[in-house]
């Protein structure tokens, strides 16, 4: 796995990290009236970065070009303007409930990778692999 590719986990898990906090806000307010719910948006942007950062290897092969990396996405957290579906605010605790299950999904899998990157490193450095 390339440095490159452990950058970009690690810069998706701090922004899944961001993606969570505001989830959180979002379900904590979910009874306090005219809330506008927030979202992260860096989606569209981390698919974006993929997609100009992919170059192919080989023709049946994609992967990361080293000199591009995801860090230099925008992230931004914007209000939703969308009706107020409760007549309190708009904010779907089924929907919210969704995105935090995502993100965790995420999340987790990012820092097993990381967590599997380092792990053979470690067992190289001790012998234990050949």
């Not at 986990?9 to 306090?32: D, G, H, M, P, Y």
């Not at 409930?97 to 053979?120: G, V």
Request: charged share 25%; no cysteine.
């Amino acid at each position: 796995m390339a440095n490159s590719t452990i950058q970009n986990l690690e810069n998706f898990i701090n922004l899944a990290s961001i993606r969570q906090k505001v989830i959180n806000r979002n379900i904590a307010n979910v009874n306090t009236e005219y809330y506008k719910r927030e979202e992260v948006v860096f989606d569209d942007l981390f698919e974006e970065g993929i997609s100009s950062a992919m170059k192919q290897t080989n023709g049946k092969h994609l992967g990361l070009s080293e000199q591009d990396n995801l860090s230099d996405m925008n992230l931004r957290v914007q209000q939703d303007d969308t009706d107020y579906n409760s007549g309190i605010n708009n904010v779907n605790i089924d929907k919210e409930m969704s995105d935090l299950a995502e993100n965790t999904i995420l999340f987790r899998f990012a820092a097993k990778k990381i967590s599997s990157y380092y792990r053979t490193y470690q067992e190289v450095i001790k012998g234990n692999r050949g």
